[in-house]
Structures are given as C-alpha cells and as structure tokens.
C-alpha cells in the first residue's frame, strides 16, 4: 500500500504485525497459535474438562494489528518505522457444549431446541404418589444426605450428581434433566406434595423449576414460594442489571428496577411481596410492600419480616422501622 505524496514526501506500508490477545476466558485454558505470515490466521486447541463434558478456553480474544511504514523523500528512503499495535477486532467465539441466552431461553451450541426456557422439553408432570415407598439411594445422595421428604411422607425427592460434576433432582424414583448445579436449600415440597419446587443452575443463569418443568430465566433468583395448597407458585429475582420480575403462576405480572425479596402466596393466589429502592430526589433509602392486586404499600426506612396473611380476614402484617432503627411499626394492609 502506497499512502498519498504531500511535498515529495511518501510513504508506504511494508510489513504488518498481528496480535492475539485473550480477553475472556470461560474455565481452563488453551494453547493459541498464530503466525504473522498468514494475515487474520488464529488457531487454537481447546481442552477438554471432564467433569463437565465441555470444552474450555478463551471464547473472545482482541487482535491488532501493527503496521510497518518506510518514509522516502524524493528517491531517498528515510528507514522503517513501526507504529504502535492498535485493536482491529475481535474474535468471539462459541464451541461446542456452550450455552448461550436467546428470546428468553437457554440454548446449547450444537443443538437445535432450547434446555431451558420457552420451548423446553418438560421432564416431568403432576407428582403422583409412589405404589411402594422403598427407594435404593445413590452413594453421592448419602454422602450429601441432599434429601427431602413431603410433610405427609408421601413423596421424596433427591440429588443424585454421578454424572461428572452435573446434578439432577430424583422425585419419588423418577429422574429429571441434568444441571450444572442445584440449590439444596430450595428444595421444597407443597403442603400435600403436589409440587416439588427447586432452583437449578445452568451456566451463568439461575431458572426454578417445579415438577419437571423449568420456568422463567434470572441471573439471581431472590425468592421462590408456593401457596401451602400447592395451587400458586411465584419466583421472583434479577433478570438483567437493574431489572428485578416477578412470575406469578407462570405469568410475568411485575417489572421493576427495585430489589425484589421475602415474597410470600395467600392460598386464593394473591402474591405479595417487598422491594427496595432508593428515592431518586432524596438518594434515601426505603422498602416497601407491594402485591399482585396493585397496591404498593406505604415506604418505610427499612422492613425487618417476611410479610404474612392472616388466614381469616385476610390482611396483610409485616415489622417495619418508620425513621430510626428503633423506631418500629407493625403495618396492616388490606391486599
């Protein structure tokens, strides 16, 4: 390349340079190769990881590009120069077992349909009771003693994890989909163990998942609940940065840029739930109640209980502090 002459002064690109740095890197590394005679040429070999069946390495990595650029004047050639490495682009890219969001749900590169999200394969369907409650245990469910049992001991339900790493959740004998990971603490049965709900990890994303059938998508998820009739399931958490949802029986009925936590289901489905924000004007901060009927409660400095119904008249009662720490108010409100 022969850059334009201004005042018998040229110059001309002789040589490039190429740069390969990584940027992002999933687990585990790899080796990169390149070769600055082959312009824009990369190569590497990813490493296996046996514990998760993946393949692992960098999945972006920056190039540059420097040039080498000779000056001449008149006939007379002034040397070489090389200029500093600037980025031309970058390379992203995406192997196989990788798992990427799209159209709110979770996709494996190399395969067609969705493992999570709309459009997933559901692995389960209503509980129904076990003919004979006698279950052989894997070694890895004793050792973890990761094990619930319904209130009505009834139903039972399991984490196995012998599959390199991945765990799944075992329901009165029958087993559902591989996860990344489980959240033994999330484990729950309904009252009569109509439902069995629990949180489960698949890359970066966490998804509830509630008799075999995994729902909505979050990066964190704050709070799952079920009403104690097992007719009403709600989740709530952080879908994206500053974006908190709320699904009420599979329904996306509340978005907010407010922190969503201590959700709780009265047993006619009525959901309620607290948030917590700062006041734009005041930078103050302040929590307060809201529920799927649209009422948002009075702000308070802070609320220090989970909200709770009461059975009969069905009110709503949470322990919130007015101004001070020790100022306390006990709050009713009428859903």
Known sequence: MILPEKDGVSYRVVGKSFLYLKSSEAFGDAEIEYSDGVDGELRWTPRFDAKTSRLVGPRAVGVYMACQIKKSIGNSEFGTLRLDFRRIGWVVVAMPGDLYTADGSIYTVGEKGPVAGSGAVSTGAQIATPEQFDFELPPYTIKKKNIRLSNDMRHVAWVDGEEKGRKRVVTNGAPGKWYDDLKKYSMRFSSQGQIFCFEAELGDKEIPVCNGVDGPIFEDIETLTMSD???????????????????????????????????????????????????????????????????????????????????????????????????????????
């Open 229 to 335: 009739n097992g007719a009403h399931i709600l989740v709530a958490g952080q879908a994206a940065q500053d974006v908190s949802r709320v699904f009420l029986d599979g329904v996306q009925i509340r978005e907010t840029s407010a922190r969503v936590s201590k959700a709780i289901l009265a047993v006619d489905g009525t959901a309620a739930w607290i948030e917590s924000s700062r006041d734009p004007q005041t930078g103050s901060a302040f929590s307060q109640i809201v529920t799927s009927k649209g009422l948002e409660g009075q702000k308070y400095s802070a609320i220090f209980s989970d909200p709770l119904f009461t059975q009969n008249r069905m009110e709503l009662y949470c322990i919130a502090a007015k101004k001070m720490a020790n100022d306390f108010s006990c709050a009713t409100r009428k859903n």
